[in-house]
């Protein structure tokens, strides 16, 4: 989601903080990983407003290309990752969430407080923008 490492520990310290503080808020019938995860993603997002949108991307985002060597599977990753970056951050919260987390619709409308009807919309839109860049960066690498 930040695309720094550094960035990442910073919300996952401040998560467990409020988590701590807030646990009596917590309702039980609900997930707690949802509700934890949910935290993140707020953090995340108010993380990324607060700053530019240029961010150095790391490694901190691993695509799996099969038979492909591993030079090419880092330029694959590098290029997946950059235009990952280019995505808005809700973009990114939703690609990130199926595709690089693999939760289920159910599990992202949970964490994203929203409907699964507007988690497969907002998908479908996320990956089309994502085509778009990817294919405005030219051809992938493998």
Known sequence: MLGNVQDAEDVTQ???LNAFVKLRTYDPSYRFFSWIYRM???ESLNTLKRRKRTVPLDDALEVV???VGADRAAEAQEHVG????RLTPDDRAVVVLRHFVSFSYEEIADVLEVPVRTVKSRLFTARERLR????ERGPEPC
């Open 14 to 16: 401040t998560v467990f």
């Open 40 to 42: 993140t993603v707020n």
């Open 65 to 67: 290309a099969p038979g």
């Open 82 to 85: 950059k235009a990952l970056m």
């Open 132 to 135: 778009l860049v990817l294919r």
